[in-house]
């Protein structure tokens, strides 16, 4: 696992966007890896391994941003593996249905994106809401839709307050 993990950060230290994508794809349809497993020994990990040096300090936001994007892409781009893997484990849909969202002001919703992921590998319909969800505006969806889970990912603490608040009004 960390060669695949060293591997994968020369490529994202080079913003290497199609060389991580074809990586990526290489370590799931070779059967190396699985997608949870991609998702939490490679791509998670190499979010928490960004670092600047000292050479780079002025360009360090805008590193973790390209960075991040080509994650992103990454995960966007395993969709339809996550579909096809969800096909062959459940012929049969469970009818469980889950939203996943961040609360209002967290923008960072890439953990939110690997949540919608697994609920969808675990054969659950999925609505990805994104991140900075109105809690209003999602409470009120929430009950027309019948949600059976919501899961609600924070990134900065900040943020927990607004989580909080969001769990209290579906809990009413």
Not at 47 to 55: A, Q
Not at 124 to 149: C, H, M
Request: aromatic share 10%; with cysteine; charged share 30%.
């Amino acid at each position: 696992m960390e060669e695949y993990y060293r591997k994968f950060m020369i490529l994202l230290e080079e913003e290497d966007k199609d060389g991580c994508l074809e990586y990526a794809f290489s370590l799931i349809r070779g059967e190396k890896l699985s997608i949870p497993e991609l998702y939490e020994e490679i791509l998670t990990k190499s979010m928490d391994g960004i670092e600047c040096h000292n050479n780079e300090r002025n360009l360090c936001i805008w590193k973790e941003h390209v960075r991040s994007g080509i994650v992103r892409t990454i995960i966007e781009n395993m969709y339809f593996l996550v579909l096809e893997e969800r096909k062959r484990k459940f012929p049969e849909r469970s009818g469980k249905k889950a939203a996943v969202l961040c609360p209002d002001g967290e923008y960072h919703d890439m953990g939110a994106r690997i949540a919608a992921d697994y609920f969808t590998l675990l054969n659950w319909e999925t609505i990805f809401v994104g991140n900075s969800t109105p809690r209003d505006e999602f409470i009120k969806v929430a009950q027309y839709l019948e949600l059976d889970a919501v899961a609600i990912s924070v990134t900065n603490s900040y943020n927990l307050v607004a989580a909080r608040k969001t769990i209290e009004l579906l809990k009413e």
